[in-house]
Structure formats: structure tokens, C-alpha cells
């Protein structure tokens, strides 16, 4: 193993600046780690067709 990252991206998507928010203030971070396993999910599934 090494100290080299295997992997690097940007999220450009800006939150949503809702009520939920006001409550949580990680809602918008909680978003984006629920988006990008969505797509790492479909692109791991997709890789073997």
C-alpha cells in the first residue's frame, strides 16, 4: 500500500439551503455522500456488462 490517493472528485452540486438545513447543518454534506455511493453503486454494477 501506499500514501497515493487511487481516486480524486470534485461535487460542483450546491445544497439545497432548506429547512432541514436549519435542523441539521451536515444535511447538505449527508446529501452528497448519499449521491456519489448512488453513483459509485451504479458504476461498479455497470462495469462488469
Partial sequence: ???EPI???IDSRSGN???TTMI???DD???AIDWWVER???TLAT???
Fill in 1 to 3: 500500500m501506499s500514501d
Fill in 7 to 9: 481516486i480524486a472528485a
Fill in 17 to 19: 439551503k432548506d429547512f
Fill in 24 to 26: 441539521d447543518s451536515l
Fill in 29 to 31: 454534506a449527508k446529501d
Fill in 40 to 42: 459509485l453503486g451504479h
Fill in 47 to 49: 462495469a462488469g456488462e
